[in-house]
C-alpha cells in the first residue's frame, strides 16, 4: 500500500511539473474535442492563444481557420479547461489548430505585436468612428495613431454590394481598463489593483481628471459596469471612444456611462461623485494604489495562495504579470475556509473583435500601438 501511494504522489508530482511548462508551439490540425469554456472571435491561431492567456481559467484551446469547410463556425476560438490541466482526447481533424495557454510562458506574457494584416477578412461591430482614406496602409496608420482604435477594417475599391464604402476605414474599439466583473461589500475583505496594471497608454503627458463631488449627471447613459471607485470609472469612461462624462455610486459599485458632446446638467445628489474623461492625455493611475478594505472582487479567479496579511497579498498580483486586481480575506472573515487567503485575478484586455467573418475585398488588422 505504502508504494502505491509513493507512486501516485509521483505521477502528481510529473503531472504538476508537466502542467507548469511552458508549451508555445501550435498544432495544425490536431482539435482538443470537449472541455469547453467559451467561444470568441479571433482572426488566427496565435490571437487566440493570447485570449486563451488572458482568459482566467483556459488552459488550452482549438481554432477554427479560415479553411474549415464543414459548417460556417470559421474563426471560433474555443477556449477549454480540465481538471487534469491537460486535454483529455487529441484528435486529427482538417481545419483547425489547437495550443495551450502562455500563462507559464514568462517571456511571452506580455500583449504581442500584431501586425499582421487579414485579407477578406472582416471585423464587425465594435465602431466607434470611421471616415474614408486611400488605403488599407493608411487606414491601418491612423488606426495605430489614434488613442481609442485597437482593430480596424478597410474597403477597398472594388468592394461590393455596396459601392458607397468603398475606400471607408472603420475604426474599432475594444476595452483596455480591466472590469471587474461583481462588487460586493464584504466584512473582512481586501481588494485592490496591480500597482503595475498594463493598461494602454500613448502620451507622456499625465493630467489629473475632473471629479465632482456628491453630483448627479442624469440620463443619457450608455453603459453601466462595476467600479471600485470613482476613479475607476473615470478610468472606463475614458477608455470608452462614446463616453463624454460619468456618475459613479459608491454604496453599489456602479459606473453609469453616460454619452452626450453637446449638454452636461448636473444636480446635487448625495453619495453620488460624477467626472469627465481625461483627452489626448495619460491618466493619473493614482487609484490603481487604493485598497478597498470590506470589498470583495469576485469571479475571474486565477489562482489562489495562502498569505498572512493584504499588503502581501497586493505585492503578490502586482510582481505577476498574469494579475489585474486582487480580494484578500482576512482573520475576520465569516467564512473560515478563505481567511488568510489570496486570490488573484484577471479579465481579457487584449484586443478583441465581437465577430470575426469572410467577406471578400476588405482588409482588418489591429494597431501596432504594441509594436513600439
Given at each position: 500500500m505504502g508504494t502505491c501511494w509513493i507512486l501516485l504522489g509521483l505521477l502528481s508530482l510529473c503531472s504538476l511539473c508537466f502542467s507548469q511548462e511552458c508549451a508555445e508551439e501550435l498544432m495544425e490540425n490536431v482539435d482538443f474535442p470537449g472541455s469547453d469554456l467559451t467561444f470568441l472571435y479571433s482572426p488566427d491561431a496565435r490571437h487566440c492563444q493570447q485570449l486563451c492567456t488572458e482568459h482566467p481559467s483556459c488552459l488550452f484551446f482549438t481554432f477554427v481557420r479560415q479553411d474549415w469547410t464543414r459548417d460556417n463556425s470559421h474563426f471560433h476560438c474555443l477556449l477549454k479547461s480540465t481538471p487534469s490541466q491537460e486535454p483529455k482526447v487529441r484528435t486529427p481533424l482538417q481545419?483547425?489548430?489547437?495550443?495551450?495557454?502562455?500563462?507559464?510562458?514568462?517571456?511571452?506574457?506580455?500583449?504581442?505585436?500584431?501586425?499582421?494584416?487579414?485579407?477578406?477578412?472582416?471585423?464587425?461591430?465594435?465602431?466607434?468612428?470611421?471616415?474614408?482614406?486611400?488605403?488599407?496602409?493608411?487606414?491601418?496608420?491612423?488606426?495605430?495613431?489614434?488613442?481609442?482604435?485597437?482593430?480596424?477594417?478597410?474597403?477597398?475599391?472594388?468592394?461590393?454590394?455596396?459601392?458607397?464604402?468603398?475606400?471607408?476605414?472603420?475604426?474599432?474599439?475594444?476595452?483596455?481598463?480591466?472590469?471587474?466583473?461583481?462588487?460586493?461589500?464584504?466584512?473582512?475583505?481586501?481588494?485592490?489593483?496591480?500597482?503595475?496594471?498594463?493598461?494602454?497608454?500613448?502620451?507622456?503627458?499625465?493630467?489629473?481628471?475632473?471629479?465632482?463631488?456628491?453630483?448627479?449627471?442624469?440620463?443619457?447613459?450608455?453603459?453601466?459596469?462595476?467600479?471600485?471607485?470613482?476613479?475607476?470609472?473615470?478610468?472606463?469612461?475614458?477608455?470608452?471612444?462614446?463616453?463624454?462624462?460619468?456618475?459613479?455610486?459608491?454604496?453599489?459599485?456602479?459606473?453609469?456611462?453616460?454619452?452626450?458632446?453637446?449638454?452636461m446638467a448636473t444636480r446635487a445628489k448625495l453619495g453620488v461623485t460624477s467626472g469627465i474623461p481625461v483627452h489626448f492625455c495619460q491618466m493619473n493611475n493614482s487609484w490603481l494604489q487604493v485598497s478597498h478594505e470590506g470589498v470583495s472582487f469576485q469571479g475571474s479567479d486565477l489562482r489562489s495562495e495562502s498569505m498572512d496579511d493584504p499588503d502581501t497579498c497586493q505585492r503578490t498580483c502586482t510582481t505577476d504579470p498574469l494579475c489585474q486586481f486582487y480580494t484578500y480575506f482576512n482573520e475576520s472573515y465569516s467564512n473560515p475556509n478563505f481567511r488568510r487567503r489570496c486570490y488573484l485575478k484577471r479579465v481579457i484586455t487584449a484586443p478583441a473583435p465581437s465577430k470575426v467573418n469572410k467577406l471578400n475585398n476588405v482588409v482588418s488588422g489591429f494597431s501596432l500601438k504594441n509594436c513600439v
Open positions: 481545419g483547425v489548430t489547437s495550443g495551450f495557454s502562455l500563462k507559464n510562458c514568462t517571456s511571452e506574457l506580455e500583449q504581442p505585436c500584431q501586425s499582421q494584416l487579414y485579407q477578406n477578412v472582416d471585423f464587425l461591430g465594435s465602431d466607434y468612428k470611421f471616415f474614408f482614406t486611400s488605403s488599407g496602409e493608411e487606414c491601418h496608420r491612423i488606426c495605430t495613431e489614434d488613442p481609442h482604435c485597437r482593430f480596424f477594417t478597410f474597403a477597398n475599391g472594388v468592394f461590393t454590394p455596396s459601392t458607397i464604402i468603398r475606400y471607408k476605414c472603420h475604426l474599432k474599439h475594444s476595452w483596455s481598463v480591466p472590469r471587474t466583473p461583481v462588487i460586493m461589500k464584504e466584512v473582512g475583505a481586501v481588494s485592490g489593483f496591480s500597482h503595475e496594471l498594463q493598461m494602454t497608454q500613448y502620451f507622456g503627458t499625465v493630467c489629473q481628471g475632473k471629479l465632482l463631488l456628491n453630483t448627479d449627471i442624469p440620463g443619457h447613459d450608455i453603459g453601466k459596469l462595476p467600479a471600485a471607485s470613482a476613479e475607476h470609472c473615470q478610468a472606463l469612461c475614458t477608455d470608452k471612444p462614446s463616453c463624454t462624462y460619468f456618475s459613479y455610486t459608491s454604496d453599489d459599485f456602479q459606473c453609469y456611462l453616460k454619452g452626450n458632446p453637446s449638454v
